[in-house]
C-alpha cells in the first residue's frame, strides 16, 4: 500500500507551558513525551494521547533548555539556564540529583546508552562528563571558544561530538577526553555558527545544522561533506533533526517557519513538509514509526509514519 | 568507535605499558572483566562483589551474597550472568538484570574455581579440594565429572571439551557431551595452579608449583584422541629468581602471555608467545600482585595489590594530537618545501562552487551498517547493559 502522504496526524495537543517550549523527547520504551520549557518545568504527558499530563517536574529556578531519557525509560536529565543538570525519577516524580559544576546556561544534555553518564554542553563554553550514578563530574573538556549548541554520542558511546556558535564540530574521545576531530565548513570564507548535530545510526557520519540554512551529512573520518540538505529556514534557533529509519532512510528537521522538512537522504530533495504550526520548531523526535514535533509556543504534534513507507529491516544493521 | 580516529601507533599497541589507574573500592582478590570489557567484576575478601563501570570508574552494583573472600569470577559470554565460587564452600549465579543471585551451590567443602560452558550459561563445572570435579546442569542436577581430585577444571573455548589438571600435574581432557575422560597427559611432578587456553582455542598454558609455565599447542580436537600428544613448547620461568607464579593471562590472539609473581617481584611479566622471549616488564606498584585480568576491547590490564587490595590498571595512553584541533592542520615528519598550486588564488564565485560541492554529493551513503569488527580486531557489538540504580549512591565503606 503507497499513498502520497508521509506521515499522517495522530494528534494535536498543548504542553501547556507558561513559557517557551524548548524540548521535546520521546522515552525509549514509547510511553512517554517529555517537554522542557523556559518556565522551569518539564511536563510529562502519555505518547499514547498527547493530551494526557502525567506529571509536572518542579525544582529548576531557571529556563530548561534540554531533557534526556535514561535508557530504563524512568528516570530524566534536564539542564537550565540556572547551570545545573538534575536527574529526575519520572515515576515518583522527585528530583534524585543535582550537579553543579557549569559557570554559566548549560544548553544541552545526552546520555550515554549504558545510561550512567551524561554529557553536557553549556554556554561556558566547556563540555562536562558527569557519573549519573553518584552525581560527579569526570571531566570539563574546555572545547570551544563560543556556547555549544548541542552534543551527541555514537552508538558504543566511545565518541563524542559537539556543535557550537564558534562554527566548529568536535569530537571527543569519551575515556581520555581529547579532542579527535574538528569539522568546519568555511568554503564561503567565513563559517556560520553550527546549532545542532546528530550522529548516523552506525556512527560513521555526521548531521550538522549550520544558521546559513543549511543541514549538512558530514563524511568525518575524510572531513568531507557528503551531503547537503536545503530549504529549510535555520538562522537563529536551534532547530533539531533525525535520521528516520524508513524503507529509505530520510532526514527530518524542524524549521523556523513552523514546518518539519523531510528530505530523502540519497537524492536530497525534499519529499514532505509537516505543517506544525507558524512559530519555529524547535524539537522533533522519532521512536521507529512515530514522529512528534512541537514548536517554541507549545503545540505538539503527533505523526505516524504510513506503513507504505516504513519497512526499514533491522537485519541490515549487523550485516555487511 | 573511536580507534578509527586515534593515532594507529599508540592506539594499536599489544598491550599497555603504563599505571593509569589505581581503584580502591574493599579489598580486591580476584577481578574479572566481561566480554565487552566495559564492566569490571571485583571479588572481595569481604565476600561481596563489585561491578565497576570502565567508563567512569565507579562502582555501578554491589552483589552481596557471600560470606568469605570470593575466590573465583567467570562473566557469561553474553553479559547477563555471573558466576562466583567462594571459600565460605558456595557458588552463585547472578542474573546481572535484576542483580539478584538466583541460583545457589552448596558444595561442603572449598572450592577452588568455577567456570560457565561458554555455549550455555545454564551450565558449569567447578573443581573442589579433595573431591572429585563437578558438572552442573541447567536442571541443578550435579554431576561427577572425573573420579580423580583435581585443582582446575577449565573450558577449551568451543565449550566442547573441558581440560582439568590434578596436584600430581596429571591434564586430562573430558569431552562435555559424553562426560568421559579422552585424554589423559602427565606434564609435571607438581601441583597445577592454572590452566589457560587462548580464545582461538590453539594454545594452551599450564602454571604449576615448579615455577614453571608450560606452554602447549592443542592438537585438532576434531581427531582421534589416541592421536593427541601435548607438546610442550617452552618452558617459561625465571631462572635467577625462581620466582612462583600467582596468575597467568593470554593476550586477545594468543600472541603473548602475561604472569603476576609471588613474593618480592611487583612487576606484571609480559612474553611473546612464538619466539618465547620476555618482551616487557611492566613496572608495578610496592606489593605483589595476585590475580591478573586483560580487557582485550579497551586493551587494559588489570591486577589486585595482595596487602592493599587495591585494583592496578594499566591502559593505553594516547597522546593529544594536535592535527585534530583545526582541520588544516596537519602533522608532517619534515619540513615540505612549499609549492603553489596552478589554480590556488584564482577567483571562482561562490556560487559556482557551491553548486560543484552540490553536485558531486551523489555517491550512495550507508547509514545503517556497522563495522563487524572494531580496529584492534574485535568483533564490535552492544553488550549487555547492567541497569543503573540512580539516586542510590553506593556506599564502599566498610565493605
Not at chain 1, 80 to 107: A, F, K, N, P
Not at chain 1, 137 to 152: E, G, Q, W
Request: glycine share 6%.
Amino acid at each position: 500500500m503507497t499513498t502520497d502522504t508521509l506521515y499522517n496526524l495522530r494528534y494535536k495537543a498543548q504542553t501547556g507551558h507558561n513559557g517557551y517550549s524548548t524540548s521535546a523527547k520521546i522515552s525509549p520504551n514509547g510511553a512517554y513525551i517529555a517537554t522542557s520549557s523556559s518556565d522551569c518545568t518539564i511536563r510529562l504527558f502519555d505518547l499514547e494521547n498527547g493530551s494526557k499530563l502525567i506529571r509536572v517536574l518542579e525544582g529548576h529556578r531557571d529556563g530548561v533548555n534540554d531533557i534526556s531519557w535514561s535508557p530504563d525509560s524512568r528516570h530524566l536529565a534536564s539542564v537550565s539556564d540556572d547551570m545545573t543538570l538534575r536527574v529526575w525519577d519520572v515515576e515518583y516524580g522527585e528530583c534524585i540529583s543535582v550537579m553543579q559544576g557549569h559557570t554559566y546556561h548549560v544548553t544541552c544534555v545526552e546520555f550515554n546508552h549504558k545510561g550512567n553518564l551524561l554529557v553536557t554542553g553549556s554556554s561556558d563554553e566547556a563540555i562536562r562528563l558527569w557519573d549519573a550514578l553518584n552525581a560527579k563530574c569526570l571531566k570539563t573538556l574546555s572545547a570551544h571558544s563560543d556556547p555549544i549548541a548541542a552534543v551527541d554520542l555514537c552508538w558504543d558511546s566511545t565518541i563524542i561530538a559537539s556543535a557550537s556558535y564558534d562554527g566548529m564540530i568536535r569530537l571527543f574521545d569519551t575515556e581520555s577526553g581529547q579532542c579527535l576531530k574538528t569539522l568546519i565548513y568555511d568554503k564561503g570564507g567565513s563559517s556560520f555558527p553550527v546549532s545542532y548535530v546528530r550522529f548516523s545510526p552506525n556512527g560513521k557520519y555526521l548531521l550538522s545544522t549550520t544558521l546559513d540554512n543549511t543541514l549538512r551529512l558530514w563524511d568525518y573520518m575524510n572531513n568531507k561533506v557528503v551531503k547537503t540538505f536545503q530549504g529549510a529556514k535555520l538562522e537563529k534557533y536551534t532547530c533539531s533533526s533525525r535520521f528516520i529509519m524508513a524503507k529509505d532512510p530520510l532526514i527530518a528537521s524542524g524549521t523556523e517557519t513552523g514546518d518539519v522538512l523531510i528530505w530523502d537522504l540519497q537524492s536530497k530533495g525534499i519529499i514532505a513538509t509537516l505543517k506544525v504550526s507558524t512559530s519555529p520548531v524547535l524539537a522533533i523526535d522519532v521512536l521507529n514509526n512515530t514522529l512528534i514535533a512541537m514548536d517554541i509556543q507549545g503545540n505538539l504534534l503527533c505523526y505516524d509514519l504510513n506503513e507504505g513507507f516504513s519497512g526499514y529491516d533491522s537485519e541490515r544493521t549487523d550485516t555487511n | 568507535m573511536n580507534l578509527s580516529l586515534l593515532d594507529p601507533f599508540a592506539a594499536l599497541k599489544e598491550y599497555p605499558e603504563s599505571i593509569t589507574h589505581t581503584l580502591s573500592f574493599g579489598h580486591s582478590v580476584f577481578v574479572k572483566y566481561n566480554q565487552q570489557g566495559d564492566y569490571l567484576a571485583s571479588g572481595l575478601s569481604s565476600g561481596t562483589i563489585l561491578i565497576i563501570d570502565n567508563d567512569t570508574k565507579s562502582v555501578i552494583r554491589k552483589l552481596i551474597g557471600h560470606v568469605r573472600p570470593i575466590q573465583s569470577l567467570c562473566w557469561s559470554k553474553c553479559g547477563t550472568y555471573l558466576l562466583s565460587s567462594s571459600r565460605d564452600w558456595k557458588c552463585l549465579v547472578w542474573d546481572l538484570r535484576t542483580c539478584k543471585a538466583v541460583r545457589k551451590f552448596d558444595f561442603s567443602g572449598p572450592i577452588w574455581n568455577s567456570e560457565f560452558n561458554p555455549k550455555d550459561p545454564q551450565e558449569f563445572v567447578v573443581s573442589l579440594y579433595d573431591n572429585f570435579p563437578k558438572y552442573v546442569k541447567s536442571d541443578n542436577t550435579i554431576q561427577t565429572l572425573q573420579e580423580d581430585t583435581v585443582l582446575v577444571t577449565t573450558f577449551h573455548p568451543s565449550g566442547d571439551y573441558i581440560v582439568t589438571g590434578t596436584n600430581k600435574g596429571l591434564i586430562s581432557v573430558i569431552s562435555r557431551e559424553s562426560s568421559t575422560v579422552i585424554f589423559n597427559q602427565k606434564v609435571t611432578n607438581s601441583s597445577i595452579k592454572n590452566i589457560i587456553i587462548s580464545s582461538n582455542g590453539e594454545k594452551m598454558a599450564i602454571n604449576s608449583s615448579d615455577r614453571i609455565i608450560r606452554q602447549v599447542t592443542l592438537p585438532d580436537f576434531n581427531t582421534e584422541p589416541k592421536l593427541w600428544h601435548f607438546e610442550v613448547e617452552n618452558k617459561y620461568q625465571d631462572v635467577v629468581n625462581r620466582l612462583q607464579w600467582n596468575s597467568i593471562m593470554f593476550s586477545a590472539s594468543g600472541d603473548y602471555l602475561i604472569a603476576s609473581a609471588f613474593g618480592s617481584a611487583h612487576n606484571i611479566y609480559i612474553w611473546e608467545t612464538s619466539q618465547f622471549f620476555l618482551n616487557k616488564i611492566l613496572e608495578g606498584p610496592k606489593e605483589e600482585l595476585v590475580d591478573v585480568d586483560w580487557n582485550y576491547k579497551k586493551c587494559i590490564i588489570c591486577a589486585t595489590g595482595m596487602d592493599s587490595g587495591v585494583i592496578y590498571m594499566w591502559s593505553l595512553v594516547v597522546p593529544q594530537k594536535w592535527s585534530a584541533l583545526a582541520p588544516d592542520f596537519v602533522e608532517i615528519e619534515e619540513n615540505i618545501d612549499y609549492q603553489e598550486k596552478e589554480d590556488e588564488f584564482d577567483i571562482v564565485p561562490d556560487d559556482e562552487l557551491n553548486q560543484k560541492q552540490l553536485d558531486e554529493e551523489d555517491e550512495y551513503i550507508d547509514i545503517i551498517s556497522k563495522e563487524r569488527t572494531d580496529a584492534r580486531g574485535n568483533v564490535q557489538e552492544k553488550g549487555f547493559v547492567i541497569p543503573i540504580e540512580y539516586g542510590q549512591t553506593i556506599s564502599t565503606d566498610n565493605i
